[in-house]
């Protein structure tokens, strides 16, 4: 059997930035209690022709030429998001088409933020069983075209951005590889996060739009229950599915939402922060897009080495989420 590594890593923030001041002007809150309860001081937001596929092909050419790799080479592109540029087709096409891919499968994944982590741990699979060679992972969302900018306990937490890796079959005794995944589901809790209006149970409307069903809707105290509960749960699954004692782990790159949740997870661990890659305060969530944007920013700053051991987690609606242990 074949083991998949990441053979490349890139990523992209919209030029545009909404700070925790400019919010201020728009809804009552203030920049002390958003870093106080989320970590986050501005995240980035798309410009007015910029699409979810214009943010992964930039995202996506970036992890290419990190993986020294062309675009011919590419076998399978997947793309998490919950904000594709229509709903059908899906982004992942409208990817093939921009980066110039000929013959190969593209296709979205909807697992909200876990939607990262779904698509490594489908790549994953592909590569080992020997289907395919080279695959591209994109997270991205425009989730500023979804936000109620005058509801305060949303708001404030979104922005817009993506990120790539490339992902490859690993050569004969390489040790840089995903050791495992652990992914869930649990729909019961699918009402604590949910966009209501667009789908086949309430299908886009004036009647919709009027009551606000078109934007995303949250209980934000039980999502941080839920988060900090199974994020710590799918990353014990694989620490003792790889025999990993914490302390070995180099890093944990989570899902940037929330400082908080982030601390309350490493704390289940006695897991120093030092070694926890926060990067949300540039980026505030970015769903599908925030693990490939903390990773490739953490690489690019001297803190994850190739060698080193990295244990990935995430949450998201759905309620999604899942761990993987990377030997990057
Ligand atoms: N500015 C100022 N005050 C605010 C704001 C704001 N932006 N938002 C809420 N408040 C007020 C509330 O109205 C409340 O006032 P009250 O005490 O008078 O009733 C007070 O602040 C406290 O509100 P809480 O909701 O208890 O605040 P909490 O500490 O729980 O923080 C937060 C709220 C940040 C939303 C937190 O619950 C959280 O991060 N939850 C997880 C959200 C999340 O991660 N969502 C994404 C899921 S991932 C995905 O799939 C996209």
Redesign the pocket.
């Known amino acids: 059997m074949y083991r998949s590594r990441v053979s490349g890593i890139g990523s992209y923030l919209p030029e545009k930035i909404l700070s925790n001041k400019d ?1 201020e002007k728009m ?4 920049d002390q ?2 870093v106080e ?2 970590g986050i001081e501005r995240r980035h937001i798309a410009s007015e022709d910029q699409a979810t596929s214009d943010l992964c092909v930039i995202a996506a050419k970036r992890a290419l030429e990190d993986a020294n790799l062309k675009v011919e080479d590419i076998d399978m592109i997947l793309v998490g998001t ?1 904000t594709g540029d229509h709903q059908m087709p899906s982004t992942a096409c409208f990817v093939q088409a921009k980066l110039g891919a000929k013959n190969i499968m593209a296709v979205d994944l909807n697992a ?3 939607g990262f982590l779904y698509g490594v741990s489908i790549a994953d699979q592909f590569i080992r069983t020997g289907m395919y060679k080279n695959i591209l992972v994109i997270g991205a969302e425009v ?1 500023s075209r979804y936000m109620n900018y005058k509801d ?7 922005g817009d951005g993506a990120g790539a890796w490339v992902m490859s079959r690993a050569a004969e005794g390489q040790t840089n590889v995903i050791e495992s995944s652990h992914l869930r589901a649990d729909g019961t809790l699918a009402d604590l ?1 949910i966009l209501p209006a667009g789908g086949s149970k309430i299908p886009q409307s004036h009647e919709a739009i009027d009551k606000g069903l078109n934007f ?1 809707t ?1 209980k ?2 039980d ?2 229950k839920n ?1 900090v509960r199974t994020m710590a749960s799918c990353c014990q699954e694989a620490l003792e599915h790889n025999k990993v004692a914490p302390e070995q782990v180099d890093w944990i790159v989570p ?1 940037q ?2 400082k ?2 982030i601390e309350a997870v490493a704390d289940q661990f006695k897991f120093p922060m030092e070694r926890v890659i926060v990067y949300l305060q540039e980026t505030g ?1 970015t ?1 599908a897009a925030s693990i490939p944007l903390a990773f490739d920013w953490a690489v690019k700053n001297g803190k994850i080495k190739r060698g080193q051991t990295i244990l990935l987690t995430a ?4 309620l ?1 989420s899942g761990s993987i242990l990377l030997r990057y």
Not at 152 to 158: N, P, V
Not at 315 to 318: N, Q, R, V
């Open positions: 919010l809804v009552e809150t203030n209690w958003i309860r989320t919950v909200a933020c876990s989730l305060r306990e949303t708001c404030i937490l979104f996060l995303m949250m934000g105290r999502i941080f988060a899902h939402a929330n908080r949740i969530n769903s949450f998201g609606a759905g999604t």
